[in-house]
């Protein structure tokens, strides 16, 4: 039986994963190869840094990004620019409305100042970008503004953001095809005290093919 959430990717698939709930991933991929994270169960953000594979003083830089497209949202088509301003990533494809920038990484500190002193036990985004960064040398010095992929951060008139229910739905997906060879790291996030997961954190799926 045909997988239709692999039939229509570019070239074989090199890499398939499922990432637990609340977990992190790290994974190197090439120029030319695409990215594909799946929303398996709907309604899960998906946080995301990438530093280049050859020199990882440089990164994904939030600013370069927004700056260049004129846009803080993440759509089709947007560029994700390093902070020496060279595409590190394509969105090549997505169907979901749009992605965020601004959301940030939730951590025991904005979790404990948002939710109350009883959530500074609970498991982060910023330690799970850790735990996986660790593996290659880079610590919390190397932890720069992140992408939450199928967040959903609407920002009013006033300037006021909130996070609030996803508008992804299970088997959703966004396609990113690397322009140089990246390393991708990942939090599944694990957070419970907003509507960002649905108050319940669920796999996702990632594939990489070429």
């Known amino acids: 039986m045909t997988d239709m959430t692999t039939s229509d990717l570019p070239g074989t698939i090199r890499h398939d994963e499922t990432v637990p709930a609340r977990a992190p991933w790290m994974h190197r ?42 846009n803080i949202f993440l759509r089709e088509g947007a560029v994700l620019l390093s902070n020496e301003g060279r595409p590190m990533m394509t969105i090549t494809g997505t169907n979901v409305a749009y992605h965020d920038t601004i959301g940030g990484a ?15 036990a609970q498991h982060s985004c910023v330690d799970n970008f850790l735990d996986a960064n660790v593996r290659a040398g880079r610590g919390k010095r190397d932890m720069v503004s992140n992408i939450n992929f199928f967040m959903n951060v609407p920002v009013e008139a006033d300037g006021t953001l909130g996070i609030v229910d996803g508008i992804s739905a299970p088997g959703l997906t966004v ?14 996030c694990p957070q419970i005290n907003n509507p960002c997961n649905g108050f319940n954190p669920t796999p996702v799926r990632m594939l990489v093919a070429a």
Not at 175 to 188: F, K, P, Q, W
């Open 29 to 70: 991929v090439q120029g030319g190869e695409t990215l594909r994270i799946i929303d398996l169960e709907g309604n899960q953000a998906v946080d995301f840094l990438m530093y280049a594979a050859d020199d990882d003083a440089e990164r994904y830089s939030a600013q370069d990004t927004i700056a260049a497209q004129r």
């Open 106 to 120: 939730c951590s025991c500190e904005s979790n404990t100042l948002r939710y109350g002193h009883h959530t500074k």
């Open 175 to 188: 396609d990113l095809r690397a322009e140089m060879d990246v390393i991708v790291v990942v939090s599944n």
